[in-house]
């Protein structure tokens, strides 16, 4: 029998196919972003597959399952790609217009004038206002349907750095990143032979570059707005060490016990500000490394090869995406090394409170100490006049023995016993009461 998981396990590697195109196509895709206005990833999906079923509605299409996170469908005059991911979701539409005439070639103002959403209900679009991350138009162009030039080139992409390059031996790509006056960054892809479904999975890859680039980029707003969080801590944490080592001195530190709760107070209250920024970062910051290393991994499997006089792809990343991502690694190990400084800072002031207790433990011992030698000479004093009292009681018993005895007719003279007696008794209890100290002690 199969293990429960075997079958979704088995599909899950199959559940994101390319799409299969055959140049020329005209592609369009776009990135709804719900992750900051719904954090809980379970929300965020419920809200594409709504967006999705809207859309579905308007066609009179029945919408995908609950759960599912894959969806295609072929409207009649486009197809839709819809892919759920876990903080946004991906709609690629491509037209289904008919094949140019063999030597048709493009006008650079018929290059990216129609588009595949112009099938799609504007009202639609326009209900994703605020939500949408990337948006891209893709010209897939056959070799022999048109001629290049770097003016012609210059005409469609308005950016200063023209990126291009050659992939997989079999094809050309260019573009410039950047978002055009309709909202859309552009890209071209030339067929010079594409075997297969190479023409789809580069521009999948294509797309996926562009969607994964701005998703790691959410990462840089967050590390700008944290330096100068970081910077105002550490400034605090040396005023504080400032003030730690102006009283180094264990005798001034003991002079002013509240100096030093207020040090442990400010040090609480700096690490519960580092630890509360690292929250908030964290997700933003590994999901950021998550999605640069997607753009790396994506950019090698396009094997590019240079165009003479143009940056590829990945030198474009390297200057541009490359220095963000590092920004965001600093602020990672900024935050962590700050944590580091104020917990040791801590230990450090927690010791000088331990020696400065210690100190008055041993103050309130001495004053313990001397409050018993003081007693001991009281008690010492004390048993002096104890040993009188005693010996005074025990001499008038022996007086009344003596005066009873001459009652009986004893020939004794109580008077002159007594007198003998005091010295003994005396003595006698004096003897006592240091064999009795000797064996409490």
């Known amino acids: 029998m199969n293990h429960s998981l075997r079958i979704p396990l088995a599909a899950e590697i199959h559940s994101r196919p390319s799409l299969y195109l055959s140049s020329p196509e005209r592609i369009s895709h776009l990135a709804v972003f719900a992750g900051q206005e719904f954090p809980q990833a379970s929300n965020a999906q419920l809200l594409q597959q709504q967006i999705l079923a809207d859309l579905c509605a308007y066609f009179g299409v029945a919408n995908p399952a609950a759960e599912a996170k894959y969806f295609f469908h072929d409207f009649g005059r486009f197809r839709l790609k819809w892919e759920c991911h876990t903080e946004f979701a991906t709609y690629t539409f491509v037209d289904n217009a008919q094949t140019p005439p063999a030597g048709f070639s493009f006008t650079s103002q018929e290059l990216f004038a129609e588009t595949p959403l112009h099938h799609v209900p504007q009202t639609w679009i326009e ?103 970081l910077s105002v801590i550490e400034g605090e944490l040396v005023s504080l060490m400032n003030g730690m080592t102006l009283s180094s001195d264990v005798q001034q530190l003991g002079a002013d016990t509240d100096a030093e709760q207020q040090m442990l107070t400010q040090i609480i209250d700096l690490a519960a500000r580092v630890e509360k920024l690292s929250l908030q970062n964290s997700y933003r910051f590994s999901a950021s490394k998550a999605y640069f290393q997607l753009v790396n991994a994506r950019i090698d499997e396009l094997r590019e090869q240079r165009i003479e006089g143009l940056p590829t792809i990945a030198e474009f990343m390297e200057r541009r995406l490359v220095p963000a991502m590092q920004t965001c690694e600093s602020v990672v190990r900024r935050q962590q090394a700050l944590a580091a400084r104020i917990a040791h800072t801590n230990d450090l002031l927690r010791t000088r409170v331990g020696i400065l207790q210690e100190q008055q433990n041993r103050k309130i011992l001495q004053s313990m100490n001397a409050r018993a030698a003081q007693q001991l000479r009281l008690q010492q004093a004390v048993e002096g006049l104890s040993v009188a009292a005693i010996s005074y009681y025990l001499v008038g018993l022996f007086s009344y023995v003596g005066k009873g005895l001459k009652a009986y007719g004893w020939a004794l003279n109580p008077d002159l016993l007594s007198a003998w007696l005091v010295p003994v008794i005396a003595v006698a209890v004096w003897l006592g009461l240091r064999r009795m100290h000797r064996q409490l002690h």
């Open 127 to 229: 209900g994703l206002a605020g939500r949408v991350m990337v948006a891209a138009h893709i010209e897939l162009m056959k070799e022999g349907m048109e001629t290049w030039s770097s003016t012609r080139l210059d005409s469609l992409f308005q950016g200063k750095v023209l990126v291009g390059s050659e992939v997989l031996d079999r094809g050309q790509i260019w573009t410039d990143f950047l978002i055009h006056a309709d909202g859309y960054s552009r890209f071209i892809v030339r067929d010079q032979g594409f075997l297969g479904q190479q023409s789809g999975r580069t521009v999948q890859r294509l797309l996926e570059i562009e969607t994964y680039r701005m998703m790691a980029l959410l990462g840089l707003p967050q590390a700008q707005a944290a330096l100068p969080v």
